[in-house]
């Protein structure tokens, strides 16, 4: 096997509102700056790359882009496009009321494609380690019995490992792939500062402590955020210093695994991209829509009034579609195997991948990697469903019709045809 690694700057000037935490403040400074990374491996001339991006996702158009910018060098079926999923992040996604900036938009292509040509161009023979650890600064933020609002629920299903890829090189580590489950929503992203969030801050930790490059994969964390409490318990944005102290734990646990690993020659290297049609279920009700169609609020003129508008006139027309065209792909790795999915997973939809697939697949490990290729929204079981609370009632933020149906079943099939 053999290796290479780059990473490039997209920050944009500060002055747009920022894409995940709904506001109408412009942002005005970088706390943190936006960044592409992108690993490249190679087996015998079969190659894959695995880009990450900090923007809090992307549409499969622009994962096509990217694709087909890399051709030369990688076929599209083996690069996998994963985002950190930043609330502090510039638009990327046409939703939330918002209309991303295009020249935005080629600007992560071609820094894409640059980071790959300088990975493909550094390719060095490598050998990989593969290990675990764990941090705690996430919680589950499912709602109560009895309850419909985010909170700290401490009942509920976290993932708390952090799982670490280390490749070495000639001269040492080369690179650092790690996999942890949280909402990057530690800072509010209202505030006004462009940011990475933890993730980045844990990269930048590994980088300085292990001289390589890091990439962070995220989880499925549809319904787990970081747990920054008020006195009386309830979420809140945190404090610089909170931020970073959340990130440099990661970066702990992730140097602190890496220093223990053993690495070995692996051979291997496969890919598949299935097509999937996540299904629609029942929308909203006719008056709750009208309801939403006249809020003259701030979010209702800019975002759910012209969302509510959409639908009742697919009502008056041809109907609401019958599903949502995405897809899922399969990355393996040497000993691993990543299992894209196209948009916010929630943690008990990662475990089932795990639990059904990781065998079929024949590897010592599989990470679940939500928020890669597109961005179609949360994909709730249907128990959550059954429950309530944000994420089975947030489709309209995303530009959905109806909530999805089924989903569940959906993912963990797709999962298994990829294995196949």
């Excluded at 015998?44 to 694709?67: C, E, F, H, K, Y």
Aim: glycine share 10%.
């Amino acid at each position: 096997m053999r290796c290479g690694v780059a990473s490039g700057d997209i920050t944009p000037e500060p002055g747009m509102i920022l894409q995940g935490h709904w506001s109408t403040n412009a942002s005005h400074s970088v706390m943190y700056p936006i960044e592409v990374r992108a690993v490249v491996f190679d087996d015998d001339g079969t190659r894959s790359a695995v880009m990450t991006l900090d923007v809090i996702g992307v549409p499969l158009a622009l994962t096509q882009r990217i694709r087909a910018a890399l051709s030369d060098h990688i076929p599209a079926e083996s690069v996998m496009v994963a985002c950190s999923h930043t609330h502090c992040g510039p638009p990327v996604l046409p939703c939330l009321g918002m209309t991303p900036d295009a020249n935005y938009l080629q600007k992560i292509v071609d820094v894409s494609a640059q980071c790959v040509q300088e990975a493909v161009d550094g390719l060095e023979d490598v050998t990989i380690g593969l290990g675990c650890g764990s941090t705690d600064f996430n919680i589950s933020r499912r709602p109560l019995p009895g309850t419909d609002s985010m909170m700290a629920n401490y009942g509920m299903l976290v993932d708390r490992r952090v799982r670490v890829l280390r490749v070495d090189g000639s001269s040492g580590t080369l690179a650092v792939l790690f996999h942890y489950s949280c909402h990057p929503t530690t800072f509010n992203g209202s505030k006004g500062f462009l940011s990475y969030d933890y993730p980045g801050i844990a990269r930048a930790h590994i980088e300085r402590e292990l001289n390589c490059k890091a990439l962070y994969l995220a989880g499925c964390f549809g319904n787990i955020r970081p747990a920054i409490l008020t006195e009386d318990g309830g979420f809140t944005s945190a404090t610089k210093e909170q931020l970073d102290a959340c990130g440099d734990a990661l970066g702990r646990e992730v140097c602190r695994v890496s220093n223990w690993l053993q690495t070995r020659k692996v051979a291997g290297l496969s890919s598949k991209v299935l097509d999937v049609e996540m299904p629609y279920g029942e929308p909203m009700s006719r008056e709750q829509l009208q309801e939403w169609a006249a809020d003259e609020s701030d979010r209702g003129r800019l975002m759910t009034g012209p969302w509510a508008k959409s639908v009742l006139d697919l009502l008056d027309g041809d109907g609401i579609p019958e599903s949502r065209a995405t897809e899922m792909q399969r990355l393996n790795i040497g000993p691993i195997g990543l299992v894209s999915i196209p948009g916010e997973p929630v943690q008990e939809i990662g475990h089932a991948i795990e639990k059904d697939v990781r065998d079929l697949l024949g590897v010592e490990d599989l990470w679940p990697v939500g928020y890669a290729n597109d961005e179609i929204g949360y994909l709730c079981t249907e128990r959550q469903y059954d429950e309530g609370g944000y994420e089975p009632n947030a489709y309209p933020y995303y530009g959905d019709p109806a909530p999805y149906k089924d989903e569940e079943r959906v993912i963990l099939d797709a999962a298994k045809k990829l294995a196949e």
